[in-house]
């Protein structure tokens, strides 16, 4: 059984060695410290305890820009108006008009370009977390033979005392295993006595008879990670 172990061990470690994950050699080896710089967060730059006192000690100052005033005349904004009334009134009313077409233009691409960025924004922020998804079921997903191994090892019967102690820690770490994984998402498919359902369940053979077909026996695990079904319980399909 401790053979077993220490193979489940190696599976683990080679399945998460794809991702980078590593041991850290110890024992023998030189010994070496981090650094306060090497253990600091890239792209954190920290301060003086006493400047960041002094800092938070400070009130804060507040820069009020003082906004000219503007007095546009007819030169200014390049108007040559008319000496009568009534055609500066038709020529000001004219300009007036054309200004607020343009400003309705402007408008209307400013709000056009705003959605287009809201629209990019979210499916970038989509794109991202499927990706961190796809990451996270990779992973899980080489995890799974590792899982069967310790489903296959903790289904044996122990014969001694210490056989019996080593399989309740296995079963321990097993439970440790489902909880951290399950965070993401993770968890294993119901099967015997549930409903056959083709989403959820392979069936590898169908007992003959009548009635509600549900699940007789489980001959392997499968498991869903939010909501979809990264591999199905291979199943014996019985009847209610």
Partial sequence: MLEGMKSTH??????LSRDGFAVIDA???PFDTMTEEQNKEPGIETQDPAVEDRVA???????IAEVPEIGHTAETLGIELPESREECEKLLIRELGE???EADELLGNLQRVTAEFDNYRKRTERDRAENVQRAG????????????SIDAAIAIEATTTAEAK???????????????LSRDGFAVIDAVGAPFDPALHEAISVIPGEGEQIVDQEVRKGYVMGGRVIRPSLVVVGHA
Avoid at 57 to 63: D, I, N
Avoid at 137 to 148: A, F, M, W, Y
Avoid at 166 to 180: D, I, R, V, Y
């Fill in 166 to 180: 080593m399989l309740e820690g296995m079963k321990s770490t097993h439970a440790q295993l489902l909880e951290a």
């Fill in 137 to 148: 079921q990779r992973v899980i997903e080489s995890l799974l033979p590792v899982l069967d």
């Fill in 10 to 15: 190696a599976q683990l470690l080679e399945a």
């Fill in 99 to 101: 200004a607020r077409l």
């Fill in 27 to 29: 024992v023998g080896a």
């Fill in 57 to 63: 000690s400070e009130e804060p100052t507040v820069a």
